[in-house]
């Protein structure tokens, strides 16, 4: 497996379908059950992503350039994060901080769950927020997204009493790094 790290302008037309393919695939499962989702929906949604402040995409894959799984975020204001969950409950979040990194997704293929891809996504995923400045890194999964809450906590992510307006069943999670003397 390698990890590929690519900022946005610099991922192939191929990459990103074969990510979108990947995303209709996963979430379409419980807790999910997203049936909605489709390759141009996806890949529009991307492509505004990938265009935010920070953002970052990593991808994992295999030796014949199969995508095992995937990861991308950005950093968001008060007003996007606003935005994001339907509320201000988390301006709190901020603290004095003009910005904080936003996990938007995670997902990797049903048949390398627990082999470490995601772990290695979302830490590579974070160590490059902290390199551009971002010590505050936040995200949301659902409730019973069980594998998802163990890796985020074995990470160091807290769960905060917070719920999505937009859908109730997610939480919000936060690490914070600390920063050296």
Known sequence: MKIVKLCSGEISRSLMVKCAELYCDIWKESPWE???WTVPDVLRDMEGEFSKMFANSLF???ETAEILGFTWGYAVSAEELQEICGSNELGYIFDGKERVFYIDELGVKACRRISGV???LSRGLINWAVDCGLQRILLRTDEKAAAARKLYGKIGF?????????HPERTYWVLEIAVPL
């Open 34 to 36: 997203e049936y909605f």
């Open 60 to 62: 994992a894959v295999d």
């Open 118 to 120: 995601g772990e290695a």
């Open 158 to 166: 807290q769960e905060l009493t917070v719920k999505d307006e937009k």
